[in-house]
C-alpha cells in the first residue's frame, strides 16, 4: 500500500473558485505532511506543511489536516490560471501521484 | 532560489552505455535525494543521503547506484543504460526551515532534472 494516496483529478474549476485537492494515507505514525507544486517540465516546489490537526492558512492557501480520518486536503481560494499544475502530496519525501489542477479564465 | 546543480539537462545515449547523473548543492544540506519520474506520473524515491559515506536505496527498484564522498555531491551512476531507464531524474537536497507558525518544516529543493534517452 502507497504511503500516500491521490486518487482524484484531474480537477478542472473556473478562475476565482475554490480548489479543492485531497490526499490520504496509511501510517498513522505520519507527523507531517507537504503539498508541491509542480508546473510542466518543471520540478516540485513546496507550497505548505502540516503538522498538527486542524488548518493552515497561507495566503490564498490552506492546508488541513484530520490525523484520526488520516486525511490531509489543500484549499486554494480565489484559484487562478497560473495555479493550473499538478499538486503533490509527500510526506517522508514521498510523493503521491499528484492531482491535476486547471484553472479556466 | 535553491542551489542546486544537475548536469546534464538533457542527455540521449546508445544501450550499454555508462553514465554519470551529476548533482551538486551549494546550500551545505545534509540530506540529499534521487527521485526518477516518467512524463504525468509520480516521482519515485530511487536513492537517498543522510550525509557522507550514507546511501540508501529507496522505494523504486533501481540498477542505479549513488555515491557520497562529499556533502556537496551525490552522483547517480547507470553501469550499463538501457530504454528502460528512459525517463526524468530529478536530484533534491533538504533544509529545515521556520515557517510562521514558528514550525520546523523539512524543505526540498530540487535540481532542474535530467531527462534521459537510452537508445
Known amino acids: ?105 | 532560489e535553491a542551489d542546486i546543480y544537475q548536469t546534464p539537462r538533457y542527455l540521449v545515449i546508445g544501450t550499454g552505455k555508462k553514465i554519470t547523473l551529476e548533482c551538486s548543492q551549494t546550500m551545505g544540506h545534509d540530506k540529499m535525494y534521487w527521485y526518477q519520474q516518467d512524463p504525468g506520473m509520480e516521482l519515485h524515491l530511487i536513492h537517498y543521503s543522510y550525509g557522507v559515506n550514507s546511501t540508501e536505496k529507496g522505494d523504486l527498484s533501481s540498477e542505479s547506484t549513488v555515491s557520497r564522498i562529499r556533502t556537496e555531491h551525490f552522483p547517480l551512476t547507470l553501469e550499463s543504460a538501457r530504454p528502460s531507464h528512459t525517463s526524468q531524474y530529478l536530484c533534491a537536497s533538504s533544509d529545515y526551515t521556520l515557517d510562521r507558525q514558528g514550525q520546523l518544516n523539512e524543505k526540498l529543493f530540487f535540481g532542474s532534472g535530467t531527462q534521459l534517452s537510452v537508445l
Open chain 1, 1 to 105: 500500500q502507497k504511503e500516500v494516496e491521490q486518487n482524484s483529478g484531474p480537477l478542472s474549476v473556473p478562475e476565482g473558485a475554490i480548489a479543492s485537492l485531497n490526499c490520504t494515507y496509511s501510517d498513522r505514525v505520519s507527523q507531517s505532511f507537504f503539498w508541491y507544486r509542480q508546473y510542466s517540465g518543471k520540478s516540485p516546489e513546496l507550497i505548505m506543511s502540516i503538522y498538527s490537526n486542524g488548518d493552515k492558512e497561507d495566503g490564498r492557501f490552506t492546508a488541513q489536516l484530520n490525523k484520526a480520518s488520516q486525511y490531509v486536503s489543500l484549499l486554494i481560494r480565489d484559484s487562478q490560471p497560473s495555479d493550473s499544475a499538478t499538486y503533490l502530496c509527500a510526506r517522508d519525501m514521498r510523493f503521491g501521484a499528484g492531482t491535476r489542477l486547471t484553472v479556466k479564465p
